[in-house]
């Protein structure tokens, strides 16, 4: 069983910045490509950052690009989300989750397994 468990939202003002971190359990934490995504009130799930396994590639929503960043640490089985210049709009419920299946379909939820269980990011204008 994979457990994910994100910390590090909170409430920050217009332009500022916060670090959300999703710690994983397992012995195969490397061997997966990592997602973040986020879902506001009365909105879908939207896709927002992923990285591949070994931390090579990365992807971004065109929303965030520029503004975030995602890393890994496969020593330590965690996956980073770094949110600068942050907006009104960036506030969401922000949930990571492992992906099947190497990079196809990263951007798409239904390619995740597992999922933690949020974490809110509110920023105030």
């Known amino acids: 069983q994979v457990q994910l468990v994100e910390s590090g939202g909170g409430l920050v003002q217009a332009g500022g910045s916060l670090r959300l971190s999703c710690a994983a359990s397992g012995r195969t934490f490397s061997g997966y490509a990592m997602g973040w995504f986020r879902q506001a009130p009365g909105k879908e799930r939207e896709f927002v950052a992923a990285?591949?396994?070994?931390?090579?590639?990365?992807y971004y929503a065109d929303s965030v690009k520029g503004r975030f960043t995602i890393s890994r640490d496969n020593g330590e089985n965690t996956v980073y989300l770094q949110m600068s210049s942050l907006r009104p709009e960036d506030t969401a419920v922000y949930y990571c989750?492992?992906?099947?299946?190497?990079?196809?379909?990263?951007?798409?939820?239904?390619?995740?397994?597992?999922w933690g269980q949020g974490t809110q990011v509110t920023v105030s204008s």
């Open positions: 990285i591949s396994s070994t931390g090579d590639s990365t």
């Open positions: 989750a492992r992906k099947l299946g190497g990079t196809l379909g990263i951007m798409t939820p239904r390619w995740y397994d597992y």
